[in-house]
């Protein structure tokens, strides 16, 4: 059937944070109204209204000057600071793939990394990830990544302590509304931050976190909010605040279980049955190892919060059902892994786990989709085919893999070796802003041979590239959002014609793969509507096996945004390991959840032991270092943007402050230093400087400042090799070090800085500017 859309009704479409049919006249887009069963839909769909056609979206294949006329050979420094040159698609397409060529040839198909993030587009089919992946791997393979900048400490982590985090942790989490039938106390480390549930990976039908909450809250559930910053739970719910200084989770974590031991507070039943390892715990715990017991006067020097309150929550926790939540926000930190492994040491000795309203979750309001209530049905997604490349890297140490080729380094008990990278090809993605240290990445991103883009505006990995392709947006292509965490399905209509000369990332592939003598394996000889088709079938398919019905592809193509996933029993993590453990054992060695893991202990890291302690981050409010630099920076997610997308909307520089990025200061801190609501500010620290705008709260502990990430990256360079950002982009500022041997994962959250108000001119804001570009070839 023709996928043209009717134009004369609702042009239904998804995006990752919101459902929507776009208004359109005379081929533009005019309006998204939001769909109407959605009881609180997210402010960022409508920054794309002006982002859509605006002066920083990517037109025409582009090439950067130097490299257009020296090939390899150019000078590498110049990427992000030369201008580029419009060439015709077939110029472009004729160098990418001899390039690619060229490299896999001379150095193999381990010289090729293909950098991707699965946040381009909530469509299965133009998903740029599953696009770039399934091309590399047509052609030989690549060097991969593994884990996410969201959560890669837990998701290495879990698996050793209780089970694996996406199919189990996170799929099978306990649903809002088995909760707010038994729940009588959630306790939230980091909080639920509604602005964070505006978005999900595979897109959003409905957004639930407020409604769920608030049936929680009206079933008399009290919330209690361990954070930095109050707002991380919203005055609607009442909920406590416990100001916590950043990175000192797991200090709290360990006097709680202090509590517990010592007062015979825990369920020593449960702990016999269904762990193991406590034995070991407790000597720690009770500083028989060290002379220093963990208890709540030890950890109130650590963490701030008053050792009466610790006590006072240990029994409460204790004393009714309590489900412990915690953000993922709290692993973005060194050693992130002990947050997360004490979350379910915790949990296991309040003995509430598998039951309903009890236990633990990791990611609740983190996105709009951990504890949804949901039918569980994996769909059907675009086969990456087979990478027969086995070299990777952890996620977030790709600037340590093009800094340091042939280093060899740590990884979850494993020895392995940065891999030597001549040729990097992004799509779907941008590094420069959820990688930390940004002087470091631009340095690593003058190494490879070539760097090709796949982008839909001027970011600042498009303009470190040396070939860059023009991507169409979500509005401008057709596909269908299915995704496990939703109840809706929906049709994505392609809404108006591609801007420009872009193409889908399906189509830039496809030519390529022409060029390179693979295009049959990777089309299969599908066109755009054959692979819609074909992933409606498999999802026909699937749906059969599990015991319900689909409309074929022609009623749902037609039907628009409908309710598919609706629960039909309850779900309750690991209620089945509760109630059966031999029949149904966790994946850990013993079966069990562990509180002390024999398989870590043998790594002998000294970064993660044996069991789950506390270790003192590099940069916190207690170290050495915050004598110079007072302020503990928290770069959170914003709350008018996902991530960097449409930072140059309407909405998202709606947000600024004299066309900073906001940054929220206590005015303790703010008075010592002369500054005022509305101010632009420098923050620093040895690693960069950036500039922001100033709001004022007390929402936020002394000490602690917040600035959100995403601000498109605007680098000012010093002749003294410093570097300035004069938008607001925090990663200036952030450590690129892991969290520690065992899962290397980000550690944005620790970093320390100082601030000043700016007292010169600002120099104007040039990050929503197109770079320079000379005539066309």
């Not at 049936?215 to 919203?234: H, M, R, T």
């Not at 209620?575 to 024999?598: D, Q, V, Y």
Request: glycine share 8%; charged share 25%.
């Amino acid at each position: 059937m023709p996928l043209d859309t009717d134009k004369n009704r609702p042009i239904a479409t998804t995006a990752h944070w919101g459902t929507y049919y776009a208004e359109v006249e005379n081929g533009k887009l005019t309006g998204l109204r939001d769909y109407e069963k959605d009881p609180s839909p997210s402010i960022i769909g409508q920054g794309i209204l002006e982002a859509l056609d605006d002066k920083v979206r990517v037109r025409r294949p582009m090439v950067r000057k130097g490299f257009l006329e020296n090939g390899k050979s150019s000078n590498r420094k110049l990427r992000g600071k030369e201008p580029f040159v419009a060439v015709s698609w077939e110029k472009a397409l004729d160098l990418a793939a001899g390039e690619i060529d060229r490299v896999r040839n001379d150095f193999g198909n381990k010289s090729i990394f293909g950098g991707s993030y699965g946040w381009a587009s909530s469509g299965r089919f133009h998903h740029a990830q599953s696009q770039v992946h399934r091309f590399l791997n047509t052609i030989g393979g690549y060097v991969a990544h593994k884990n996410s900048y969201s959560h890669a400490a837990a998701e290495v982590i879990l698996p050793h302590i209780v089970a694996e985090m996406k199919p189990i942790i996170f799929d099978q989490a306990t649903q809002w509304p088995d909760i707010a039938s038994e729940c009588e106390l959630i306790v939230a480390f980091g909080g639920l931050p509604h602005k964070n549930a505006q978005v999900n990976l595979g897109g959003v039908g409905r957004h639930t976190l407020h409604e769920e909450m608030n049936n929680c809250y009206e079933s008399g559930i009290e919330f209690v909010n361990i954070s930095p910053l109050k707002s991380d739970i919203a005055e609607h719910f009442e909920p406590e605040w416990i100001g916590i200084r950043p990175n000192t989770d797991a200090a709290l974590m360990l006097a709680i279980a202090y509590v517990l031991l010592n007062e015979s507070l825990y369920d020593e039943s449960f702990i016999k049955k269904y762990t193991v390892g406590l034995d070991k715990f407790i000597p720690y715990v009770n500083g028989i190892e060290d002379g220093c017991p963990k208890n709540p006067l030890w950890a109130s020097k650590i963490t701030g919060v008053p050792a009466e309150t610790i006590i006072e929550l240990a029994y409460r926790m204790a004393e009714c059902r309590t489900m412990i939540m915690t953000a993922w926000s709290l692993q973005r930190g060194d050693h992130g892994e002990q947050p997360i492994w004490l979350t379910v040491v915790l949990a296991a000795l309040l003995g509430q786990i598998g039951l309903p309203g009890g236990g633990f979750g990791i990611g609740y309001g983190c996105e709009n989709g951990v504890g949804n209530a949901v039918k569980y049905h994996r769909w059907p997604a675009l086969s990456q085919g087979v990478n027969k490349v086995s070299e990777f890297i952890p996620v977030a140490r790709v600037a340590d893999m093009l800094l340091l080729p042939n280093e060899v380094f740590d990884y979850d008990g494993k020895k392995l070796k940065y891999p030597d990278i001549k040729l990097v090809y992004w799509a779907g993605g941008n590094p420069f802003h959820h990688h930390q240290d940004l002087s470091r990445l631009i340095e690593a991103f003058t190494k490879p041979e070539c760097i090709i883009v796949n982008e839909i505006w001027w970011t600042s990995t498009a303009r470190h590239a040396d070939i860059v392709f023009p991507i169409t947006t979500a509005l401008e292509r057709n596909d269908l959002m299915i995704t496990k965490w939703e109840q809706t399905a929906s049709p994505m209509h392609r809404a108006i014609d591609p801007i420009g000369e872009s193409k889908n990332d399906y189509d830039v592939f496809t030519e390529l793969s022409t060029r390179l003598g693979c295009w049959e394996e990777f089309t299969e000889g599908r066109d755009e509507e054959g692979w819609l088709s074909h992933l409606w079938d498999q999802a026909r398919q699937q749906a059969g096996r599990a015991g319900f019905e689909l409309p074929d592809f022609e009623a749902f193509w037609a039907m628009g945004p409908v309710e598919l996933l609706k629960p039909d029993k309850p779900s309750i993590l690991l209620s089945e390991f509760r109630e059966a453990p031999e029949k149904n054992p966790l994946s850990t060695p013993s079966g069990k959840i562990e509180i002390f893991s024999e398989v870590i202990d043998k790594f002998g890291y000294d970064d993660c032991k044996g069991c789950p302690v506390w270790m003192e981050p590099i940069e916190w409010l207690g170290s050495e270092s915050a004598k110079e630099f007072p302020l503990h920076l928290i770069s959170n997610q914003p709350s008018t943007r996902l991530h960097s997308q449409l930072d140059s909307g309407g909405i998202s520089k709606g947000s600024k402050i004299k066309d900073r990025e906001p940054m929220v200061m206590h005015p303790d801190d703010a008075e010592k230093r002369g500054i005022q609501t509305g101010d632009v500010v420098r923050v620093y620290n040895k690693r960069g400087s950036c500039l922001a705008g100033v709001n004022i709260s007390t929402n936020i502990l002394p000490g602690v400042i917040q600035l959100a990430t995403g601000a498109w990256f605007d680098p000012l360079h010093g002749d003294d090799g410093s570097l300035l950002c004069r938008h607001g982009n925090p990663n200036v500022l952030t450590r690129d070090e892991g969290t520690s041997k065992l899962a290397q994962g980000p550690t944005a959250h620790s970093t320390l800085v100082e601030v000043e108000k700016y007292a010169s001119t600002p120099p104007a804001v040039e990050a929503h500017e197109a770079p320079t570009i000379s005539d066309s070839i």
